[in-house]
């Protein structure tokens, strides 16, 4: 790979749940003009008031780099693990989509819904709202598949991550 | 005891907290929102507080208080105004790596964001422009944040750390928490000092086995304390090594050993940027590769493989790509460097190294720092060079501005020793040095603390003459005026076809007069043969000093690498300028 070659990472931040630490994460990436694809936080272990971040972020193999060592430098941060560089891992995201239509539409989403095994999470005379998982492959193809069944309205969670295999962060 | 008995205001569980941190002076300016914290040092005689008279001076002289004690440099200042006033301070100190808490006031909790008085998101604010930062909401937190603070403002990479006070926070009971006895290990901050043992060795290796070697050397050897900058010389000296310091490393190897190539980059020597372009093996110390130095990154000493000594991994590979990097403290690594070499006894080429000094002394002969002497205008060379013969043998401080005369300073002056040269590396503050010759001089106040200016820069704190007034600090100004902006005009006939847009100094001051009106002494010399006299006066007066040396307006600082070119494509002085074709590359650069 050319040491210019622009790649996708998907990193793993174990963070301290404290006030203003996703505002250092996000203004770390303004700041330095990084980019970011996807990003997810949730508090993930109250007792120790822990959060996990997971970026998907793309550049070269030199920003990577230092993007892993901003990161690793702010000082609510516990760890910073490159799931892409780390060996194999499982990505997914959610995502709501809304379909409005009656007849032939909604009969064809409704069987595409149970192909992409999504659910029925609201449902009126005219709508629906289904919830899919999954990679953001089969996702987008999902919510592509909607725009001619009558996709209204569409919210994605972005990506977690995790590593295959036993051993925790 | 009953807990409320016990309990303090947060007011003074601060002050309480800060002696405990053994801080002790504070440089501050206050206002509404700090006002109990002012009326907890009224009751107290162990903190000193420096009133400056604006609140970046009052970082400044913090940051000149840190750099030459190698203590944390404390600020106070109230809140909104007061807080923004501090941001220019505070990101230089973060640029240079100086350890300051900076501590400021905040409108009360339940008025957070809601547009009060004199409110500012100040942690929003200072968060890119600060290694940490705090927001205390509860008085239980608020011994606790100073001393975290504390240890991550001096360890690791050292920083500015900001400690945001409600003033209800100030006033509300607690018990105090002291300091833990032990080390603190901080929950997810852990910077790491201790090198990896096996790099230490392949290090030994490439070292030893380098035909053409340089040590770059850098401010990281000054932050590591002086016992860092004592093993380094150690470590040149046993492999007989030339070795070269940025700006921000001068003072870290002797000036005046036979060793040292002084300073390299953009207005480096001509022998050290040759040494660093012409190298097989660099050894970097604590130094940033930063664009000062490694002028166009494609054409940086092509032909070396580079080591890397740095406490902080996001400077490794950030600039450059290196081929050994060792994280860890410099005094730490050097310390084990020094003992792997005298246990290995390796055998280092000493015919290949004989012929890279030659080579070296070929370079040093082109004697890259003469100037055209003249006897009718004071060249500001000239006035350092006797400037540094008379302050020599004695026990002295140099703080700058930012412009021609640092760049001269930087070239004129010799660095014996480490702590001793306080400047405004990365980001080139005007305005930095005379408020940091303050800070210098009241951690100092036997010694000779001299801001080497320009005209232009000592208008940016010329406010601070009160301050030393005040508290009778006899420092001094030693104004090189060449009545420009000299550094702008020197880029403006480089690359701006001498275009002198806005360069000029026009309508200045009387600096002898503005002297009397603040309680100073003010001097003026225009002849090079007055100058000795006139740098005795200035000495020999026991008050602030501004000297105003009137200097030849158009000298240009050289020898100068222009933006963009590479470190053999070096303007060796003023009829160089054929070969100064900028590349429009170089032209969008700064
Ligand atoms: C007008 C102007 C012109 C300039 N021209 C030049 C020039 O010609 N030449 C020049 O050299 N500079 C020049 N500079 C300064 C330049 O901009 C940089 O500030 C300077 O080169 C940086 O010095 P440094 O690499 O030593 O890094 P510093 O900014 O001092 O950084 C220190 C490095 O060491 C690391 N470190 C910190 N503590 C430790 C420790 N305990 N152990 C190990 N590592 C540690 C840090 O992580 C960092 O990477 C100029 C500045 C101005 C304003
Ligand atoms: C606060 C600030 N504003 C602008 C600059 C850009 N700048 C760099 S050097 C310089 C001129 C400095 O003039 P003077 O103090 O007279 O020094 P000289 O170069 O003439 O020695 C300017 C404007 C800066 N470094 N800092
Ligand atoms: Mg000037």
Known sequence: MSKDTIVAHTISVLVANEPGILARVVGLFSGRGYNIESLTVAETNAQESQSRITIVTKGTPMIIEQIKAQLDRLVPVYRVRDLTVEGPHIERELALVKVKGVGEKRVEALRLADVFRAKVIDAKSDSFVFEVTGNTDKVQTFVGLMENLGLVDVVRTGIVAMSRGGEAL | MKPEESATTGADLLVKALIDEEVEVVFGYPGGAVLPIYDSLFKQNRLRHVLVRHEQAAVHAAEGYARSTGKVGVVLVTSGPG?????????????????????????????????????????????????????????????????????????????PVVIDLPKDVLMNKHEYVAPPKVAVTHKSYRPQTQPDPKKIEQ???????????????????????????????????????????????????????????????MHGTYEANLAMHGCD????????????????????????????????????????????????????????????????????????LKAWWAQIDTWRARNCLAYKPNNKVIKPQFALERLYHHIKDKDHYITTEVGQHQMWAAQFLKFEQPNRWMTSGGLGTMGYGFPAALGVQIA????????????????????????????????????????????????????????????????????????????????????????DDTIKEMIELKHPVIVDVIVDEKENCFPMIPSGAAHNEMLLGPDDKQSAKVSEEGMVLV
């Not at chain 2, 000299?486 to 880029?491: C, F, L, T």
């Not at chain 2, 003010?522 to 090079?528: F, I, K, V």
Request: include cysteine.
């Open chain 2, 83 to 159: 807080a923004t006033n501090a941001v220019t301070g505070l990101t230089d100190a973060l640029m240079d790596s100086i350890p300051i808490v900076c501590l400021t006031g905040q409108v009360p909790t339940h008025l957070i964001g809601n547009d009060a008085f004199q409110e500012a998101d100040t942690t929003g604010i200072t968060r890119p422009c600060t290694k940490h930062n705090y927001l205390v909401k509860s008085v239980g937190d608020l011994a606790r944040s100073v001393h975290e603070a504390f240890y991550v403002a001096r360890s690791g990479r050292p920083g």
């Open chain 2, 203 to 265: 290090a030994i290796e490439m070292i030893a086995g380098a035909k053409r070697p340089v040590f770059y050397a850098g401010g990281g050897i000054i932050n590591a304390g002086p016992k860092a900058s004592k093993l380094l010389t150690q470590f040149v000296h046993l492999t007989g090594y030339p070795v070269t310091n940025t700006l921000m490393g001068l003072g870290s190897f002797p000036a005046s050993d036979k060793q040292f190539l002084g300073m390299l980059g």
């Open chain 2, 281 to 352: 093996v660099m050894i970097n110390i604590g130094a940033r590769f930063d664009d000062r130095i490694t002028g166009n990154l494609t054409k940086f000493s092509p032909g070396s493989k580079k080591i890397h000594v740095d406490i902080d991994p996001s400077s490794i590979n950030k600039n450059v790509r290196v081929d050994l990097a060792i994280v860890g403290d410099a005094g730490i690594v050097l310390e084990e460097l020094v003992k792997a070499w005298k246990a290995k006894q390796p055998k280092v080429d000493q015919k290949a």
């Open chain 2, 444 to 531: 100092h106040p036997e010694a000779l603390v001299i801001d080497v200016a320009g005209e232009a820069s000592i208008l940016m704190n010329i406010q601070e003459l009160s301050t030393a007034a005040q508290y009778r600090l006899p420092v001094k100004i030693f104004v090189l005026n060449n009545h420009y902006m000299g550094m702008v005009r020197q880029w403006q006939e480089l690359l701006h076809g001498g275009r002198y847009s806005e360069s000029y100094s026009e309508s200045l001051p009387d600096f002898v007069k503005v002297a009397d009106a603040f309680g100073a002494r003010g001097l003026r010399c225009e002849d090079p043969d007055k100058l």
